[in-house]
């Protein structure tokens, strides 16, 4: 029986969920997590306008005061020419999965969240990226350097891998992110379809477990 979370780093929503997230792991330790990257604007070419940007400003301050977390707005109002591809930064949590089987990829996940929502880097850089996860690995006891993970990252084997997670996401039925999912061995039923706070989560998580097999989100 495990957790599956699916979400993208770069999803507003997503970085807010973070610490829910943590919280609810943290209660059950006993529950394995996998986590799939969903690729929320994977591919994107477009470059993001004003209007772009005060529509994502929009979710962040809805995010802020739900979750409490902080937002850099004027390094993302301030950066020009902004390609919004969320691809690099799914592939970065692939790489550092690959890289370091058994690693807490969520403080990974985190890590790359903060990067871009607090410490405005250009999350879709992937030597930026190389820095940011290795950093966050070798904190986690995993001895990767940057420029080593950064060759993972670029690996086509890990292109292919990222989105070998964007069809499985979507082959699970989630359209929409952050997604938290069971699998009980048997069948994958739904325990939270979007941002909740760890107390809602852990009733769902708990109608779940008492009843294998069934898809809590009924309840």
């Given at each position: 029986?495990?957790?599956?979370y ?34 929320v ?33 004027a390094?993302f ?5 902004f ?90 039925g ?27 989560l852990?009733?769902?998580?708990q ?13």
């Open positions: 029986m495990k957790l599956i699916v979400a993208d780093p770069m999803c507003s929503w997503c970085y807010g969920f973070g610490k829910e997230m943590t919280a609810l792991k943290d209660k059950h330790p006993e529950l394995a997590l996998s986590i799939m990257v969903g690729g604007r994977a591919g994107a070419t477009d470059i993001l306008d004003e209007e772009g940007k005060q529509f994502r400003l929009g979710h962040w301050a809805r995010v802020e005061e739900l979750s409490g977390l902080p937002f850099n707005r390094a109002l301030g950066r020009a020419n390609v919004y591809d969320t691809e690099p930064i799914c592939r970065a949590i692939v790489a550092a999965r690959n890289a370091a089987p058994g690693a807490d990829l969520l403080a990974v996940f985190r890590a790359l969240q903060r990067a871009f929502y607090v410490d405005g880097l250009d999350t879709t850089d992937g030597r930026v990226l190389a820095g940011v996860a290795s950093a966050a690995l070798r904190e986690l006891g995993h001895a990767v350097g940057a420029d080593d993970f950064y060759a993972i990252w670029a690996a086509p084997s890990t292109i292919t891998d990222t989105k070998a997670d964007f069809v499985a996401a979507r082959a699970l989630v359209r929409s992110f952050p997604a938290l999912l069971l699998d009980n061995g048997r069948q994958v039923g739904v325990v939270s379809a979007g941002y909740a706070p760890v107390a809602e852990e009733r769902a998580l109608r779940a477990l008492v009843a294998p097999g069934a898809d809590p989100s009924s309840h």
